[in-house]
Structures are given as C-alpha cells and as structure tokens.
C-alpha cells in the first residue's frame, strides 16, 4: 500500500455511496489547520453536473475507501448540494495550487504546482508540496506520455530522479484567494524571522503588491523594521500604500530617521501632513528638522539615532549603553562625547575602550582629532572626509557644533550609486 498521494492523483477522481450510487466527483479537499504542523483533512467537496454545476461537503470521517474511486458511508438522500462551493479555512485548490510560497530553507519564492499527502487509515495530512515542472506534469495528466519519453530519450536525466519537493512546515503561503489575508502557522513564521531580512526583501521583489503585503503583514514586528529598511523606496511606497495611517505612523516611529525621510520625500504632501500627525510628537519633530534639509547635503542624509554620553561618563558606562541598545537602529561600535549644551567633545569607539578598565574616564578614550561634517556640507566634502579617515560614521554638526546626528557610509554610497546611475542613464 502506498503511504503516500499525490492531490492531482485523486482530484476528479468518482464519488460513490455504500451502494456504490455516484454522488460526484472529488473537487476539492478541506483542511484543518489548528495547530498542527501538518494539516489533516476535514472535508471532501463534491461538485456534481457539468452546465448547472452542484457542490457538496462531505465530512472525511465518512471515507471507508480511498482507492480508484472514493467510497463513503451512507447514501446519495443523506447528501445536500448546493449552488455556492462551500468555504473552509484552507482548501487546496483555492488557496495552495497555483499560489506563490516561500520556502524557507532555500529562502525563495515559489509556485505550488502539486500536493503530496501521507495517507494514514484513509485519512490525508499534507506534507509536502511539489513546485518541480513534474509536479506540472503530473498535474495536467501528461505524466505517462512525458514520462516515458525522457526515459528514453534521456534516461539519466534528473527529471527522472530529483523531486522538487518542500515540507508543508517549511512553507508560508502568501495569500488566501488572492486576498490580503495570510495563512499564519507559528512554526512558519518562526523559520521566516530566521531569513536575513536583505534576503526577505529581495523575495519579495518578486511578489505583486498584495502578496507583498501579506508577505510582510505575516513578520514579526521586530523583523517587519529590518525588512522595510531593506527595501527600495518605491516598494516602501507600495506597503504604506496599504496601510491605514496609524500603522504607517507606527512604522515611520520605528525606522531610522534617515529612511523615514526618504520615504517622506517621495510622498505626497497631504500623505507627509497626515503622518506627521498621528506619529509621536518628539519623531516627528526630528523629522520635520531634517525635511528641511538639502537632500544631498550632510543635514538631508544623517540619521539621529546615535549613541552619546555625557563628558564625566566612565568606560562602564559606555559599556552598559551599547548592552542596551543592542536591538536599536543606532549604530553601537562608536560613542559620542557631549557637553550640557549637547556640543560634540569627542569620540571614541568600541575598539578604544574594550580592554580599558571600567573606571577609566571615556573622554581618555577618544580618538585625538575631533572629526566632522557640518550640516549644510555637500556629497563630496562627506564622501572625502570619510575616506582620508577610512571612518564607517561620521558626526554632523550645526554651526554652533551642536551634534545634530550621524551619516554612516552606507548612506554615502547609497545617494553616490544613485548620482551616477541618473548620470549614467542621461548618456544612454
């Protein structure tokens, strides 16, 4: 006896009674999610005639036979059809063939073509599905004439052996129906976290804009900020776009300042009004001072979240703010030092103080030239002044040396990359 069954093997397949009466043909399979990793059948649907089409549920615990045909108990009177195809939580058809997975241990996005189940006492737990081009095959009947022709034209092709199988656990579906809803198992949203969020974003580069969102409405609130970090600005756009006010509020809260205004920048001016109202008054403050800034200047591309301390600190304490702010946006390997009126004095970093003694004053830690930009300094002043220092970080001063925030290389070349590629595609 097979254990195993593939959903294209009995999708169609006749529906009998105890007295071998067809009620119909298998249409479609409803699955129990619960909290089980892999889902177990609940009902069969029926579909009946072929121009006024009829739809039955069936609950699996009437399946006596699950061989050429399906045999049920009872009889065809106990049956009721209906018009309407009836709705559960997850049925295969509607809501995993054809859609778009990702598959969590190759960390790509996917299209279902098949389903494999294990069969135990003529009950079905799918556990895996098939995204391999014979899964399409199988699926569209061809499997005995392609089948046979690779065997002999190419008997030792891979198409042969290897099976583009992946576990249902290791799965997420994007989308119920084509709707904005998501299918959430713990399990899946847990190996989900566990994809570095520049991976995360480049699959869904792939997705359209619902599934997109279903993608991210589905992660982790902590791995939601890292993956919309990550992100292009227009495909940014497309996710506020979907969101309500409050959550794009929330959102914008929770990013680094400069990406925050990055997205503003591209935004309508009523969008950028309305979001500025419902964040917290202190972000938006900040954001409202670097909006005001050139773009391409020092002031347009520095963040404000950094790590300072005060000029009596010691290397313990510099020590205890890193521990704290490890899960931060801040860029944590480097301190600075500031007076009452929050003027730069100096700055130092993780590799001057790591195997100082606690009690050491953290000003006798600095580096000894004080480096800066000023906020209304330009692309190739930052760009220099990070190179002649082979500096990651560099603070932003205003003209009363007041430490207004930090631009990191990262942000250097991202706005360089961005310069050339437009002056690149003039010449084209």
Same mark, same amino acid.
């Given at each position: 006896m097979d254990l195993f069954i593939f959903f294209s093997e009995i999708l169609g397949r006749k529906v009998i009674d105890?007295?071998?009466?067809?009620?119909?043909?298998?249409?479609?399979?409803?699955?129990?999610?619960?909290?089980?990793?892999?889902?177990?059948?609940?009902?069969l649907v029926v579909k009946r005639g072929f121009w006024g089409k009829r739809f039955a549920q069936v609950s699996w615990d009437k399946v006596k036979e699950l061989n050429k045909v399906i045999k049920i108990s009872g009889d065809i009177s106990e049956i009721q059809y209906q018009k309407q195809r009836p709705v559960y939580e997850l049925t295969l058809c509607l809501d995993v063939l054809d859609q778009q997975v990702v598959d969590m241990d190759d960390q790509k996005v996917v299209r279902v073509n098949d389903v494999s189940f294990l069969? =135990? @006492?003529?009950? /079905?737990?799918?556990?895996?599905?098939?995204?391999? &081009?014979?899964?399409? #095959?199988?699926?569209?009947?061809? *499997?005995?004439?392609?089948?046979g022709m690779v065997k002999a034209f190419f008997p030792k092709s891979e198409y042969l052996t290897k099976e583009d199988f992946i576990p249902w656990k290791n799965t997420q579906v994007l989308t119920l129906g084509r709707t904005k809803n998501v299918l959430r198992l713990n399990i899946a949203k847990q190996k989900l976290s566990q994809i570095p969020s520049a991976e995360l974003a480049e699959i869904m580069e792939d997705l359209d804009i619902f599934e997109?969102?279903?993608?991210?409405?589905?992660?982790?609130?902590?791995?939601?900020?890292?993956?919309?970090?990550?992100?292009?600005?227009?495909?940014?756009?497309?996710?506020?776009?979907?969101?309500?006010?409050?959550?794009?509020?929330?959102?914008?809260?929770?990013?680094?300042?400069?990406?925050? =205004? @990055?997205?503003? /920048?591209?935004l309508?001016?009523?969008?950028?009004? &309305?979001?500025?109202? #419902?964040?917290?008054?202190?972000? *938006?403050?900040?954001?409202?001072?670097l909006l005001d800034f050139e773009r391409d200047s020092a002031g347009g591309l520095m963040t404000t979240e950094y790590l300072f301390l005060p000029k009596n600190a010691l290397v313990k304490d510099a020590m205890k703010k890193i521990q704290d702010n490890v899960e931060s946006s801040a860029n944590i390997y480097h301190i600075y030092i500031i007076d009452d009126q929050h003027k730069l004095l100096g700055?130092?970093?993780?590799?001057?103080?790591?195997?100082?003694?606690?009690?050491?004053?953290?000003?006798?830690?600095?580096?000894?030239?004080?480096?800066?930009?000023?906020?209304?300094?330009?692309?190739?002043?930052?760009?220099?002044?990070?190179?002649?220092?082979?500096?990651?970080?560099?603070?932003?001063?205003?003209?009363?040396?007041?430490?207004?925030?930090v631009i990191t290389i990262d942000d250097v070349l991202e706005e360089l990359i961005s310069i050339a590629w437009g002056k690149y595609k003039e010449k084209l």
């Open positions: 105890q007295d071998n009466v067809c009620i119909g043909t298998l249409s479609d399979i409803g699955m129990n999610l619960g909290k089980d990793v892999y889902p177990k059948s609940t009902y069969k =135990v @006492d003529n009950y /079905l737990y799918m556990a895996h599905v098939d995204v391999g &081009t014979r899964g399409l #095959v199988r699926r569209l009947g061809w *499997s005995q004439t392609i089948d997109k969102y279903s993608l991210f409405k589905s992660l982790e609130s902590s791995v939601q900020l890292k993956v919309f970090s990550d992100l292009s600005t227009p495909e940014q756009e497309e996710i506020v776009d979907q969101m309500s006010d409050q959550e794009a509020g929330k959102l914008l809260e929770n990013i680094p300042s400069d990406d925050a =205004v @990055d997205l503003l /920048l591209n309508p001016k009523e969008k950028i009004s &309305t979001l500025m109202r #419902v964040m917290g008054t202190k972000k *938006s403050k900040k954001l409202r001072e700055t130092t970093s993780l590799r001057n103080f790591i195997n100082e003694d606690s009690w050491t004053p953290i000003l006798d830690t600095c580096y000894p030239k004080k480096v800066f930009v000023r906020t209304d300094d330009g692309m190739e002043e930052i760009a220099l002044l990070l190179e002649k220092y082979k500096f990651s970080v560099v603070p932003v001063l205003d003209e009363q040396d007041i430490l207004k925030g």
